[in-house]
């Protein structure tokens, strides 16, 4: 920290260096730190609190239509809404809230729970749902596995959260919570938000694998650059390699994979300046 007009700064980032390196931040966030007093030469310029929550804003801003959608139907905004479904539907019916809106959940927007989840990560899915104002659809999975210390903070702080927004933000987020229905009698949470309890829609797991499909295919770069969903049949830039036993030839088709990501004319020059190959992925 330090003081300046008896002011306290916050040093967030160092502006001195070579102006191509601070190009990018400054263009993106020109409006945004309008109020931002020029370095001199010698001196660091140190932002304050608001100057640094207006500069994060706008990023944030860039990235804002990539989560939006509308709600989906029957479920109400303002409150949690409970869906129990059977425990191997879970995962899929969270991917089915998203589907119908033609959209990815981002890694901020779910959280899978297991009996080792702590209320402090609970309690951060909340207050980025009743914080959002962006319309952001957020979910909590597999929350019947929550211990009851965990699921009784979780709903003090959510109910704590509800009351220190704004009423129009009160009303408006969105907050999904799916629960397996073989541990309804035995979980706590459950019991809590029963009365919000909505109708799931059926999880036609078809429809999943064509919505996913969908969205992993990658379009022909306008540059004329190969992507690496080249090296996938469909062009998908996700697949899976999973087997129920060993010595089927997962490896052998991941190594495939990546001998032919290596041929590629992007890749080639890349893989000259470094020792490490490309991996695709793990197979399971």
């Not at 390196?21 to 400054?26: A, I, Q």
């Not at 659809?137 to 003090?156: P, T």
Request: glycine share 4%; with cysteine.
């Amino acid at each position: 920290l330090k003081n300046r007009d008896n002011k306290k700064k916050l040093a967030a980032f160092d502006l001195s260096g070579h102006p191509r390196e601070r190009s990018g931040l400054l263009s993106s966030s020109a409006q945004s730190m309008s109020g931002l007093r020029e370095s001199s030469s010698a001196e660091l310029t140190y932002l304050s609190l608001d100057e640094l929550g207006r500069v994060l804003a706008c990023l944030a801003s860039r990235v804002r239509h990539l989560s939006q959608g509308e709600l989906p139907k029957g479920l109400t905004p303002g409150r949690p809404n409970l869906l129990v479904v059977p425990e191997a539907d879970v995962l899929g019916t969270v991917l089915d809230l998203y589907a119908q809106s033609s959209i990815l959940p981002q890694s901020p927007e779910v959280l899978v729970c297991t009996p080792t989840t702590t209320a402090e990560e609970v309690a951060l899915l909340f207050r980025r749902a009743l914080n959002d104002q962006c319309s952001n659809l957020y979910c909590l999975a597999n929350a019947d596995q929550l211990d009851y210390s965990v699921s009784s903070q979780a709903m003090a702080d959510l109910q704590q959260f509800s009351n220190e927004v704004d009423l129009t933000t009160a009303e408006n987020y969105r907050l999904v919570v799916v629960c397996g229905r073989e541990n309804e009698e035995h979980a706590w949470i459950m019991s809590a938000l029963d009365r919000f309890r909505c109708n799931p829609k059926p999880c036609l797991q078809n429809e999943l694998r064509h919505y996913l499909l969908t969205r992993f295919t990658e379009q022909p770069l306008s540059s004329g650059q190969q992507s690496a969903a080249c090296v996938d049949g469909n062009l998908s830039c996700v697949r899976l390699v999973a087997s129920l036993r060993s010595g089927v030839g997962k490896s052998l088709f991941v190594q495939g994979c990546e001998e032919a990501l290596s041929t590629l004319d992007c890749n080639v020059a890349e893989l000259k300046k470094r020792q490490v190959p490309i991996r695709v992925c793990v197979p399971v």
